[in-house]
């Protein structure tokens, strides 16, 4: 399996719009973060984890050609705004893009996106997608994929674990339940923030203690916001805990 980040930062992204912090002027790419998202590659099937704002500018930096499926956490604008792109997918495969996630999130996206599911003139082009309810474990593309329900303040959105690999990003509580689905990992993904707390995401000692308890073999945080500087940050972590950047890619 391969995991690309292609974006790693928060809603606002960094740098974040009439901001001057030390982060946001950084010279240091791996503080450049475009809104979270990954593909992840399972012998030739590549699937995509949620459509932020700048996913035509992710998949054209790391030479994306295909995607057979999406996963969606949730319906956040940070994660779906690009999906109008996923037609040039549709071009390139001639169908219709498998897309899974919650009712709650297809019921936003169906509203957000209306002009997709309605007959429309003739021109200018729109997506084309099968919207899949799921709520236990699926398979995607012909790979197998167990949804993860976690609490995004009140919101419940999807994690996704693939194999001995779990994306959890946005995230402030992690059921029981949800735990143990998260148990043996070799590689977890996290959304952890900032160091402060807050109350619909993660903040670093959660995400810290999370990973303690869970103790994958690495973990990985994303979701991160202009508060959090690469480098310092990566020294106070333990070993085994790491803040993810656009572009990293892993072999699990």
């Known amino acids: 399996m391969i995991v690309t980040f292609l974006g790693t930062g928060t809603s606002h992204g960094v740098p974040m719009i009439a901001c001057d912090c030390p982060v946001c002027t950084s010279d240091d790419p791996h503080n450049n973060r475009t809104r979270s998202s990954a593909l992840i590659e399972v012998n030739g099937v590549r699937l995509l984890i949620d459509t932020g704002p ?91 994929v167990i949804p993860i329900p976690v609490l995004h303040g009140r919101i419940k959105v999807f994690g996704f674990r693939i194999g001995n690999f779990a994306y959890v990003t946005d995230c402030s509580q992690i059921p029981e339940q949800s735990m143990e689905l998260l148990s043996d990992l070799d590689t977890l993904v996290l959304g952890v923030i900032r160091h402060e707390p807050h109350e619909t995401h993660l903040c670093v000692n959660q995400g810290i203690e999370i990973a303690e308890k869970l103790t994958p073999h690495q973990t990985y945080f994303t979701h991160i916001t202009h508060r959090l500087d690469h480098e310092s940050t990566n020294r106070m972590l333990p070993d085994n805990i790491r803040l993810a950047y656009d572009g990293l890619r892993l072999t699990i």
């Open 54 to 144: 700048e996913m035509r500018i992710q998949a054209l930096r790391e030479g994306i050609t295909h995607v057979d499926a999406i996963l969606f956490t949730h319906a956040h604008a940070d994660h779906v705004f690009g999906l109008d792109d996923v037609r040039r997918f549709n071009d390139i495969s001639n169908g219709a893009m498998p897309c899974y996630g919650s009712e709650q999130t297809l019921t936003t996206i169906r509203r957000a996106f209306d002009y997709v599911f309605r007959p429309t003139q003739i021109g200018g082009g729109k997506p084309k997608l099968d919207l899949i309810k799921v709520d236990s474990p699926f398979e995607a593309a012909g790979v197998p």
